[in-house]
């Protein structure tokens, strides 16, 4: 048939109704229908053939354009194939099989694209869960216990997401995965449980404290107390945290107590400052009063009496601020040790041994002179002058030091 021939040009109708359909392997019936015009029968099975043909010119744009898969297409040519093979129509029903064999190069090339573009992608995803596994492995090491089980759940949803490679690698590099994540979920149980354990501990040593301070709120020894109370915070903050939703109920208890206490405190060392403060005033105007009259030290006598005085009258008065003692105590004790000082002076100026070596110390002085003026006179008698010199050397050395003892000596007269 030439390419002008159009589909009853394919058929034949005998006179019977009984319609053909001419192909190469010769005629065969296609159907029957008696009765009506031959144009109208075979018109009929025409149609049938024309329907077949817009199947085939869809499954041809379909495949052509990649909207099948090889697979689908495969499938799908096979059925219109079989359909046409089958077809009770008339037309060139061998036209439309060539045109679905024309198809096969087709698929073949699209299943070469397909096939380097799934192991393109079968690559691509590979490396991407190779670096999911590495991450993995590396949160498994670690310990952020929050950003890290974040982040593994995101890693899985996006492990899911992801297509599957070939069984053998894909199952191992999940095991991989899976185990990491097994790893740090184990980790990350025992490093709360530790936690929890620790802040259990931390809860019970909390309590004994609040218990400790309970027992010394009530206490007005305030200086020890609040020594006891400073250990207690030091335990406070060396026993850690206890679990959050008690930790601050903890906290508040303790921190009530401590305040209560050091409120007490605050007001009765404010009653005791006012009282302080009188003290203060009372031993200052005597001390000026005391430095006044006993300082410096003209009579011993007096000065041992009115330093007795003022100690007494002193001591009379209570406790004054913790910051003035030094200097208050420091005036008190120059006063002492100025009387002190005097004391000492004259027991040397009226001991008796001491005024016996003085004396023996003059005679001896006094008698070395002598010897060394006695001497001097034989020199120069003799005309040594140098002996002479060195005699009235040691004189003069002997009378600077009977002058200083003499002086000594004196001090005993007076």
Known sequence: ????????????????????????????????????????????????YEALEVEVGLLETRVKSGALSPEEARHSISAVRASVASANAVGDLEGLAARLDALSPVLAEQAEVRKAERSKQQAATKETKERM????????AGNDWRGGVNRFRALLDEWKAL??????????????????????????????????????????????????????????EWGPTAGAFRDLMTRWKAAGAAPREIDDQLWAEFRGIQDGFFSARASVLSEQDAEYKANLDAKLALLDEAEASLLPVTDLAAARAGYRSFLEKFNAYGRVPREQMRAVDARVKAIESAVKSAEDAEWRRTDPQARARAEETVGMLSAEIDKLTEKAAKATARGDKAAAAKANDSIATYQTWLDQAKATLADFNR
């Open 133 to 140: 596994v590495a991450e993995a492995e590396v949160l498994a």
């Open 163 to 220: 297509p599957r490679i070939d069984r053998a690698t894909d199952d191992a590099l999940w095991h991989r995965f899976s185990a990491a994540r097994t790893t740090y979920t184990r980790r990350r149980k025992s490093q709360f449980a530790e936690q929890a354990a620790k802040r259990e501990g931390a809860r019970q040593e909390k309590e004994q404290i609040i218990a400790e301070a309970r027992a010394l709120a009530s206490s007005t």
């Open 1 to 48: 048939m030439n390419s002008t021939s159009g589909p009853a040009d394919f058929g034949r109708v005998d006179p019977d109704g009984t319609v053909y359909v001419r192909t190469g392997d010769g005629e065969r019936v296609v159907g029957q229908i008696p009765d009506v015009e031959a144009a109208e029968a075979l018109a009929f099975y025409t149609r049938r």
